[in-house]
Nanobody
Framework: QVQLVESGGGLVQPGGSLRLSCAAS????????MGWYRQAPGKERELVAT???????NYVDSVKGRFTISRDNAKNAVYLQMNSLKPEDTAVYYC????????WGQGTQVTVSS
């Protein structure tokens, strides 16, 4: 059974930082593309960042220069370092793995508020 488990969310003040983690089991992420998505209340889920199995990264324009996606294949985990957080970054953040099939985590809440 494939599981993606996110952690690291929480409440942070504007300008602060959080590091999200996604621990995978049931698959070896080394052969998967991995991504982070987010969904704010009343909005559609949107892509935040992706990293291919070869390590190439891609970011939505609104987070470029602030967020960094990385992967540790030995730990079977992917991370999202989020700096200079803004209130508009508030959302549930989801981990995603894709190859022939696609898998999702259950999400972790990130709230940016003073």
């Amino acid at each position: 059974q494939v599981q993606l488990v996110e952690s690291g969310g929480g409440l942070v003040q504007p300008g602060g930082s959080l590091r999200l983690s996604c621990a995978a089991s049931g698959i070896s992420i080394s052969i998967y593309g991995m991504g982070w998505y987010r969904q704010a209340p009343g909005k559609e889920r949107e892509l935040v960042a992706t990293i291919t199995s070869g390590g190439s990264t891609n970011y939505v324009d609104s987070v470029k220069g602030r967020f960094t996606i990385s992967r540790d294949n030995a730990k079977n985990a992917v991370y999202l370092q989020m700096n200079s957080l803004k209130p508009e970054d508030t959302a549930v953040y989801y981990c995603n793995a894709w190859r022939r099939l696609e898998y999702w985590g259950q999400g972790t809440q990130v709230t940016v508020s003073s």
